[in-house]
């Protein structure tokens, strides 16, 4: 895609795939209540979306 075709409010990014496996990444808009959460939890907001999403989902790809 041209970038002159991307209507604004639009994020593109550019992947180079170094490697012979298939690569997707996901984006996703923090919920508010994750926010809360990690506050409450006295984690970074990091910290909790690591051990509360990514740990869990790379265990049962």
Request: hydrophobic content about 50%; aromatic content about 16%.
């Given at each position: 895609m041209n970038t002159k075709?991307?209507?604004s409010g639009w994020v593109t990014f550019n992947?180079?795939?170094a490697s012979p496996s298939d690569h997707f990444?996901?984006?996703y808009k923090v919920p508010e209540a994750?926010?809360?959460s990690a506050d409450e939890?006295?984690?970074s907001l990091l910290?909790?979306?690591h051990?509360?999403?990514t740990t869990p989902f790379q265990?049962?790809?």
């Open positions: 075709e991307t209507k992947f180079e795939n990444f996901l984006l994750a926010i809360q939890a006295g984690e910290e909790l979306w051990s509360a999403l265990e049962n790809f």
